[in-house]
């Protein structure tokens, strides 16, 4: 997945986390809170804070406990609610940690690791948008990004997926 950034959704302007299949038209997006949705996009911008934030202080401990970030998987949505889990590498062996996606995600974005989502989850909560310069497949995705809100992801189908 691309991490393709932080978008308001309005008028509740509630932050929308948004990701991009690698190999196809179909985005995920994931509500967050607006702490998180700062700390992705201060991390995309590439601002280095003076004193480290919660998930900069996190990729520092993760480095000092000798490991890395290899990768984030976004697994499933339940609920309403989507799941993710954090993957490491440490010494060789892999360690994974049930996270909350915003937080993963944010991580990834610090430490250029790559982002990943089960395919069945894009499949239930992807909203597909062809990208051969369709201007109006965007504008229905925009339009798509303006009406919804959380709790249309409630029953784990979005709007108009059926």
């Given at each position: 997945?691309?991490?393709?950034?932080?978008?308001?959704?309005?008028?509740?302007?509630?932050?929308?986390?948004?990701?991009?299949?690698?190999?196809?038209?179909?985005?995920?997006?994931?509500?967050?809170?607006?702490?998180?949705?700062?700390?992705?996009?201060?991390?995309?911008?590439?601002?280095?804070?003076?004193?480290?934030?919660?998930?900069?202080?996190?990729?520092?401990?993760?480095?000092?406990?000798?490991?890395?970030?290899?990768?984030?998987?976004?697994?499933?949505?339940?609920?309403?609610?989507?799941?993710?889990?954090?993957?490491?590498?440490?010494?060789?062996?892999?360690?994974?940690?049930?996270?909350?996606?915003?937080?993963?995600?944010?991580?990834?974005?610090?430490?250029?690791?790559?982002?990943?989502?089960?395919?069945?989850?894009?499949?239930?909560?992807?909203?597909?948008?062809?990208?051969?310069?369709?201007?109006?497949?965007?504008?229905?995705?925009?339009?798509?990004l303006e009406d919804i809100t959380p709790e249309d992801f409630e029953s784990g189908t979005p709007p108009g997926s059926g």
């Amino acid at each position: 997945m691309e991490l393709v950034g932080v978008r308001i959704e309005l008028p509740t302007n509630v932050p929308i986390l948004l990701l991009r299949e690698g190999e196809g038209s179909r985005y995920l997006p994931i509500w967050i809170g607006p702490n998180e949705a700062t700390a992705i996009a201060l991390a995309l911008q590439g601002v280095e804070p003076q004193r480290p934030m919660t998930h900069d202080l996190l990729a520092l401990v993760v480095t000092a406990l000798d490991a890395e970030v290899v990768r984030v998987d976004v697994t499933e949505l339940v609920d309403g609610t989507f799941f993710a889990n954090l993957v490491l590498d440490q010494k060789g062996q892999d360690v994974t940690i049930s996270a909350r996606p915003s937080d993963a995600i944010a991580l990834a974005a610090r430490t250029k690791a790559p982002i990943f989502a089960d395919r069945g989850l894009l499949d239930e909560a992807g909203v597909e948008i062809e990208e051969d310069g369709q201007e109006e497949e965007i504008e229905r995705f925009r339009e798509f990004l303006e009406d919804i809100t959380p709790e249309d992801f409630e029953s784990g189908t979005p709007p108009g997926s059926g």
